[in-house]
């Protein structure tokens, strides 16, 4: 059970304990009030008229002051494997040189303040002994990270692994996952999360702080009892929090409401949308005030570029966009086919060895390439980057013409040097690489977000093709695809905006995002002008992704670890009815029902007993079957207990009513028992008749648990919110036991 | 009835047969299958089980094209109100200035092509003579266009009139107009647009493009038999079309997106998001090869600036935000009053009288003014743009340093001159005449849209405050407040920076709009820098209007004219249930329903003449009241008439049986009528304790038409969408016979 939870190895109750026994601060459950049991579903009409007090909610902004801490302890530990700050050792390489007086932007990487370590160990900064040195650091710093943070999550906070948007996805949709968003988990995921990024690993930290910021709204929930005792009301908070925890992560903050609308959220009222704008705007707000970019812009991979892209362009775009869904297809069915083995071998069993394994060939691989031992980020906002005049980059070393002054918009075409080749080969290489890295990475038990490693595949992808494209119109002049719009001596392609349009096709053909993914986009690099490449990119790399699979990677993985998770976007056109998907089944034993004034207080705990449903309908009598309403096994549970304690003559024998008035009986009979006060009055009902489209359609949109079905009034049988995932299954030709929770 | 849709006067059943004369075309009943009746609600559940095969749907950009065409004739009409082009009289007074040679930026104004009428017919350009005749030229050019447009509205397609936003939106949450997407309107709103937007009346033609977007998916819906036999089908088809009509209107494609799924769209599942996302791509990209604007950006008020903004003047942007939010305010009670006086008085009598007085007092009031002469997107983007070396608008009068050559980005402080003074005194009486102007024509007898007026009062006023700010940082570097930001000889207030909060302010005060208005804000106008003060002014703009009123302008007109809207927004908190909203009530004759085997094809008749509801329960019997299904009364009536023509021996004393096998009957007895066929098996039930809150939300979300109530199987009554509303209007303290329509 807890396996799923990307704990793996130990027995679900040993795991489940120990969790609990660390994490359970929150969701204490209230002994008065029926609340729900861990990897239990909720009931979201019952919820939503249990709250009665209704304020307008205010939303912090602490998950931002939280990932300005992340974004610098991550740049000074990413630097640390390479090495130290001599003047303050704890800057960063970029921090180190700002301060250096002698900055000018042509030495910025060679100021002397910062030194490597064989230079600061051996005094030789070159040299081949320097370079292997540096080497052996770099993989021991990598390797002592990784191991740290995969550590901490075992020990600590088993919840803290993975990105956590699959979890918060089903917990969005009504699950409950006690401790998932708990203060430990909160901690460690945060400390492990920059550890895991700083060692080098093909991760990102996107994924994780939505997360991160969905544990600061829960704990902000706890602070109000309208939040934290209903479970509707929570979640509402949730979706605002997963809106901010995007905005912070990438200082997008209309991309992250829609991020949470489109990606995240799965009960997603209009009042929410507006709550999450709020938050995101608090989120930027803060992110603007602590400015952990270096510029005022709130722009992850600001692009200085203006020129116009033309119409021939599209093509490559359109091909790029392939190329992402291509990848979003390999890569979902490679890492849930690489995910399902860590499950069924004896390869979950070592969590701690997969870590520092991939890690150690992670930082083997990465160093000799300039383009992968540097940061993620780094790479992107490199190859995002046009050429300006003044770039020093190897990818910019094109044969210039003279006239260096030019600003940067507007350099000629331009003849690519040997640098440019050695870079191509080098991208390719890092490419492969990255490909296949990242497949073995995400889903290993430490944080692991997927946004930037997809990025950087398409980026890298995406600047190859774009250099392949400027060389060509540059030696091709006279081809009639460029004659119309590449005049000899102007500046026709910028590559920097085909590794923007890759970046997009791929982490679209990785999540499918659509809207969200083009706003994200162009509030990551200000790109406005690009908004029809990008959406065609979007388009065509969810449509290639779809016609090999409906589900994006999180779908994936809610689907591999069987949880009950509802897919709003599945459709389902199948042409079964109610009767086919209720139970009890053509040969099973009939239903568990209680009459409203005949069942004794033995008779229900015999039943309690037998049974593991999680409530009972409540009939007239067998005869009628008349439906009344439904009980909660939990809440029948509490009231008998309660009245076996405290209400005097309630024996075995008494008789249970659910009627508004027990009748006067003679002394001689047990008192009996009234339950009318936990007896749900208004349970939901379809016909047998119901087509499960329907059926589906009311699960969904409702938020329901359980359904009752009836005929002519009569009831038959219940389809609970497992019936249906089951039943979906099934008609999917899916293994329907894989539906593991209830 | 069809005078709530603004054609007021003649009596309702006069005027829709009159429409439904021309504009029947496109929704001819089909007599096999039952679809519903004019200005009745539809019931999605059963639209969405009727729809047997799915394709994939391609969505064309047919009104981009359209969207072209009419750009271009109102740029061209505008300008004729001024004077006609020498060399080509089809062209704008801009394309005039083009093609003449001696186009140079300083004299593009007085280009020798481009004749005032005064000039052409007397040869006086210039003089009190001169501007006497062109101003009375002018007013009559606006007359004869507002004629026009009024005339063909009231002759030829009475529902081209007003925004159509909010029918829209109550077509999309399930309700029928015919005709009112019809081939005629579409026509005659397309031409009579362009009228209205060239007489100069303070109207926009953004929210009627989205009508005439809609009636273009329309248009394409009623060539797939799928989608015009399927009114679920068609109403995400037109969610779609509502997207493009926004991106084509702005050269917004995501804001266009977000404003079909915050603002129009009703039932918005997220494969809509994913089709209106691809239909506002081939709307961009449409656009984008026509382009309109004249250049390639796809942006309607591109600004050129990207100078950083201070958090100080968050301030003045907080209380832009205040300002547009009472503006909202203001401008929703006093043009609802309006147009309800309107409704109940005479003056509803005359709309063409009405049309021309407005129009006169426009152009009369608007000509002296420059700021009101010219078309007032031209005046939004003046007021938006900031004031570079080479601006020659009066606003930018500033008393000029020397380096003019500096780049338009960085010029230093400026004390204003004298221009600027007086632009100011102009902008603060242009303020107050679009303000007083706007609110009466919003909903006059001709196509008006409410973007553009909206947004040119925010901007003057923002403008306005722009400057004050701008100048006092000039005067009073010293101040503490701009010590911090503003250093003397700094250019750190920009003017046009607080048009465009203050537009995005008044927008929302007046739409309640969020996401969808920062995005088209900054699709608009290219500001991305400027994400945090948008979000700022629209939330405060929200928050301030909001608490005078929760409507915007669209709800407050669908309430005013009695649409049966269940607005998603509303919170319904009440604690009323079921059994206190159904019908029948305590004192009412019992609830008419059909048994299942004992009524005859006579008693069936009287029902449906006795009675004018829509559909009636059918039950096993009146003694057990056990509910079976729920029968149609349009099925009814067409399959009782059907048996009567072609079946034999059905007679009036035939039973009808509900049941799945007729019994065997002697001979001597009237044939049986059979109607299974056309029972509803699975009719929507809750039982009698369900609380209203839920039974809204099941309504909202599920859009059901009808719901019928029980208790313990057996059938207490029905609540229609129209109780459920006026249970909500009466809960609000308003009229519930407001809630005119079924």
Redesign the interface.
């Known amino acids: 059970m807890i396996e799923a939870l990307c704990v793996s190895s130990a027995t679900p109750t040993e795991e489940m304990n120990g969790a609990g026994n660390l994490m359970d601060f929150l969701d204490e459950p209230f002994p008065d009030v029926s609340t729900y049991e861990d990897f239990h579903t909720i009931d979201w ?1 019952r919820e ?2 249990r709250d009665t007090d ?1 304020h307008r909610k205010t939303f912090d902004g602490k998950a931002c002051t939280l990932a300005g801490v992340i974004d610098l302890a991550v740049d000074w530990m990413t630097d640390l494997k390479e090495g130290v700050c001599l003047s303050a050792f704890w800057y960063s390489h970029e921090q180190c040189c700002w301060t250096s007086n002698e900055t000018t932007f042509d030495d910025r990487d060679k100021c002397p303040q910062w030194q490597k370590w064989a230079e600061l160990m051996t005094g030789h900064a070159e040299g081949a002994g320097a370079y292997v040195l540096n080497y052996f650091l770099y993989i021991l710093w990598a390797l002592l990270f990784s191991f740290l943070a995969v550590s901490l999550v075992r020990v600590f906070a088993p919840y803290a692994c993975g990105s956590g948007i699959p979890e918060i996805k089903t917990i969005l949709s009504g699950f409950i996952i006690r401790g998932y968003l708990g203060k430990w988990t909160l901690l460690i995921k945060t400390v492990t999360l920059v550890l895991a990024v700083s060692s080098g690993l093909s991760l990102g930290k996107e994924g994780p702080l939505v997360h991160v910021a969905c544990c600061c709204g829960n704990l902000f929930c706890s602070l109000f009892s309208k939040y934290s005792k209903n479970e509707g009301k929570r979640r509402e908070v949730l979706s605002a929090a997963a809106a901010a925890g995007v905005s912070v992560a990438f200082g997008a ?2 991309g992250g ?2 991020f949470s609308l ?1 990606e995240v959220s799965y009960y997603f ?3 929410t ?2 709550r999450s ?2 938050a ?2 608090v989120a ?2 803060t992110l ?2 602590i400015n952990p970019f270096g510029n ?4 992850l991979f600001y692009v200085e570029y203006h020129t ?1 892209w033309y ?1 021939a362009e599209l093509v490559p775009f359109i091909l790029l966009g392939v190329f992402g869904g291509l990848w979003g297809t390999l890569f979902i069915r490679a890492n849930i086919a690489w995910c399902r083995r860590r499950k069924t071998t004896q390869l979950g069993k070592y969590p701690v060895l997969e870590v520092i394994a991939v890690t150690g060939i992670t930082a083997v691989l990465a160093y000799p390439n300039p383009y992968t031992r540097r940061s993620t980020s780094e790479l992107i906002s490199e190859l995002f980057n046009d050429c300006g005049a003044l770039e020093s980059s190897q990818l910019c070393d094109y044969i210039n013409n003279p006239n260096m002054s030019r600003p940067v918009d507007d350099i000629p075409d331009r003849p690519a040097g040997p640098g440019v080749y050695n870079a191509l080969w080098q991208l390719a290489l890092a490419l492969i690489f990255k490909i296949v890295i990242t497949i073995f990475t995400f889903g290993m038990k430490i944080p692991s977000g997927l946004f930037i490693p997809s990025m950087a595949v398409g980026a890298i992808a995406g600047r190859i093709v774009g250099i392949a494209v400027e060389q060509m119109a540059y030696h091709h002049h006279d081809w009639i695809i460029f004659k119309n719009w590449c005049r000899p001596g102007a500046d026709c392609v910028t590559p920097g905006l085909y590794a923007m349009v890759g970046a997009a096709a791929c982490l679209g053909g990785v999540t499918r995002m ?2 969200s993914l ?2 994200i986009m ?2 990551l690099t ?1 790109g ?2 690009y ?2 490449p990008l ?2 990119a979007a ?1 065509t790399s ?1 449509w290639v992704a779809d016609a090999f699979g409906k589900e994006g990677i999180y779908e994936s993985h809610i689907q591999l670890n069987g949880y009950p998770y509802l897919d ?2 599945d ?1 389902f ?1 199948h042409r079964t009815l ?1 009767t086919d998907v209720m139970r009890p089944r053509r040969n099973d034993p009939p239903l568990a029902v209680l009459t409203q004034d005949t069942t004794t207080v033995e008779d229900v705990e015999t039943l309690i007993k037998d049974t593991d449903y999680n409530g009972f309908p409540v009939v ?1 009598s067998r005869e ?6 439904f009980v909660q096994r939990r809440d029948l549970t509490l009231a008998i207990k309660n009245a076996r304690q405290k209400q005097d003559g309630v024996v075995s024998s008494s008789v249970v009513y659910f009627t508004e008035d027990a009748p006067q009986l003679p002394a001689s009979n047990p008192q009996p028992l009234k339950l009318r006060r936990i007896l749900n ?3 939901f ?3 047998d ?3 499960m ?2 059926v589906v ?2 699960f969904r ?2 938020g329901l648990r359980q359904c009752l079905v ?6 038959l049988g219940i389809i609970t919110k497992k019936d249906v995932l089951r039943h979906m299954a099934q008609m999917m030709n899916q293994d329907p036991e894989s539906i593991m929770f209830n």
Chains 1, 2 share one sequence.
């Open positions: 009409l939503k008229s209704r903050p209309i409401v829609l489109e009222p209009l009042k949308l507006w704008f709020f995101a705007l930027a707000f603007r005030s005022s812009r709130l722009v116009p119409m659509t809207v083009v706003v162009f509030e200000g406005l002008e908004i029809v959406m065609a388009v969810k709003v976007r459709e056109t109610a007239v009628s079957e008349r439906l009344i309403g009055l208004s349970p009902t379809v016909t008749h119901t087509p489209e329907t359609d009311i949109k409702l009836t005929r002519s009034g009569r009831l």
